[in-house]
T-cell receptor
Framework: AQSVTQPDIHITVSEGASLELRCNYS??????LFWYVQSPGQGLQLLLK??????LVQGIKGFEAEFKRSQSSFNLRKPSVHWSDAAEYFC????????????FGDGTTLTVKP | DGGITQSPKYLFRKEGQNVTLSCEQN?????MYWYRQDPGQGLRLIYY???????QKGDIAEGYSVSREKKESFPLTVTSAQKNPTAFYLC?????????????FGSGTRLTVV
């Protein structure tokens, strides 16, 4: 069965500082990997996705993520955080053989200090 | 603009009552999904449908029912058999009949038992 672990429940960074959110996945074959962002009381928005090819993927809002097969990781990064980035971030894994279902991590809440 | 509409935004249910959450999409997506979100937890899959008139149980289907009579609509009924229905419910859709293109989410329905 596929699974996702987000080791950090809550992260606080200062505005303008760099950000890295960790994600580790478990899946036997090549996974489909996603990062989503959720503002309070809202649905989730897709930030970026990885299927194959270049292991560094660019997303919306200046985010990027790097797929590292050897570490089973798909960490999300941003060089300079803005106050509007404060939200909850979810990593998810999907697979071709799983009838189109994605499995989500428990999320990381990002607080941005002025 | 295309998107997913969930209604109502807030819903209150009395003990022993069935309630139905609406989900409509105008994205022409084949696949639709219902997830439940509890505080501090990730998303858990309730039901999903890859084509009209067909749907499958997810990880926590007990106490819930769905229908998929039209491509655009995927309503979720929370029955009296669901012992702890208070949660945030999210509907999502994906093109190609699979989640591997990433999800588009609605803005959610918050259900409270009173």
């Amino acid at each position: 069965a596929q699974s996702v672990t987000q080791p950090d429940i809550h992260i606080t960074v200062s505005e303008g500082a760099s950000l890295e959110l960790r994600c580790n996945y478990s899946y036997g074959a090549t996974p489909y990997l996603f990062w989503y962002v959720q503002s309070p009381g809202q649905g989730l928005q897709l930030l970026l996705k990885y299927f194959s090819g270049d292991t560094l993927v660019q997303g919306i809002k200046g985010f990027e993520a790097e797929f590292k097969r050897s570490q089973s990781s798909f960490n999300l990064r941003k060089p300079s955080v803005h106050w509007s980035d404060a939200a909850e971030y979810f990593c998810a894994v999907g697979a071709n053989t799983n009838a189109g279902k994605s499995t989500f991590g428990d999320g990381t809440t990002l607080t941005v200090k002025p | 603009d295309g998107g997913i509409t969930q209604s109502p935004k807030y819903l209150f249910r009395k003990e022993g009552q069935n309630v139905t959450l609406s989900c409509e999409q105008n994205l022409n997506h084949d696949a639709m999904y219902w997830y439940r979100q509890d505080p501090g937890q990730g998303l858990r899959l309730i039901y999903y449908s890859q084509i009209v008139n067909d749907f499958q149980k997810g990880d926590i289907a007990e106490g819930y029912s769905v229908s998929r009579e039209k491509k655009e609509s995927f309503p979720l009924t929370v029955t009296s058999a669901q012992k702890n229905p208070t949660a945030f419910y999210l509907c999502a859709s994906s093109s190609g009949g699979t989640a591997n293109y990433g999800y588009t989410f609605g803005s959610g329905t918050r259900l409270t038992v009173v």
